[in-house]
């Protein structure tokens, strides 16, 4: 039928793994050889009876020529992981470690659109999940004593019973192949860098990638920070916790240093500034167009009037759509409400201007009914 699944028999022949296909073949061209000829005699015959017997001699036969292989588990598990899925949630309920996944709370068609699906065979959840969860638990259990005590934010992080296990799994399946043991140094060197248990916890949910990293690289980028904007130890951990993805992020140190250079050479703060900034609003350097920096600046400060000072105070305003900030600025001039002195009544900030929501600036800034803004949205 055009556009049905494939077969597992038809998997295993596509890919390679299975040996007697030719062998299968050759049976399948006897049996159909011989049923013609079972066929041709019945039709001479003129009978409307089929001769059982005869059919199942032949069955017997091509048995006896072509003996079924029967595949052993290691094989099973190579063909099993060698194959395409093509949908994860067809065999999830056939298999007892997906079923548990998804208890947990794991989206399982994540993995299969990150490309994950052998795995998600691959994992045990015996041997793979629940030791991990089960060791962690047991530690977390075993008093201030334990040798691993300083673990305990990690085996918390673990729980079965949170969300976070799931939101980790879901994000990050491949941590499923990490040895126990890197993942335990990873934390414990947070640790032996005086990061607090609130700023591990804070680090490991909130970047579920964190803990494929090794010590060593966690290491360079933390120290890539701490020289290239002349962070103290205090800041750096700051910066880590605040926003843990900026650590481990792929723009690092490529795109930090063309936002860098757009912020201070284009843009015109110092170093001084762009230290506080970056501390205040790690995302400001996050950013992959460096042009949107520099546009959106360009209408804060330039067009609207905002000052570097003001907008320092206010670093996320940069990390605004420069298409949404310009509309909302001519409505507010239209309206006779572009009032950007601090000073003066019906004061506008640079946050109310550049970063609420569209009903929020409609009711709460430019003091109109959302429709009466969306209006005048189709004239710019």
Known sequence: MVGSSPTFKMLLDQSGLNPHAGMEREAERFLKATSKRIAENETRKSSTDVDWNAAMLAVTEAERRFPLKYFEPEELEEIKHSTVTYNVAKVINRSFSMKKLVDLGVDLSVWEAKGWTGLAFKVDFERDVAPRV???????????????????????????????????????????????????????YLLSKKFTWTMVRKILTENPYWLTYTVEEIDARLGYFQKSFSLTGDQVRLLASRFPLIVTWGGVPGQIRINHFALKELCGFTNKELKTMLLKHPELYYQQDDGGLRAVFDMLHNEVGFSHEMIRKFPETLCADQFKVRPRHLFLKKIGRAQYDPKQPRYVSPVALATSDEKEFSTKVAKVPIEVYNEFLKTV
């Open 134 to 188: 089960r060791l962690l638990a047991d530690i977390i259990h075993s008093g201030e004593n334990c040798v691993c005590c300083c673990l305990r934010l990690l085996f918390q992080f673990f729980d079965a019973l949170s969300d976070d296990i799931a939101f980790v799994l879901t994000k990050n399946a491949p941590i499923l192949c990490e040895d126990l043991t890197k993942l335990k140094t990873r934390v414990s």
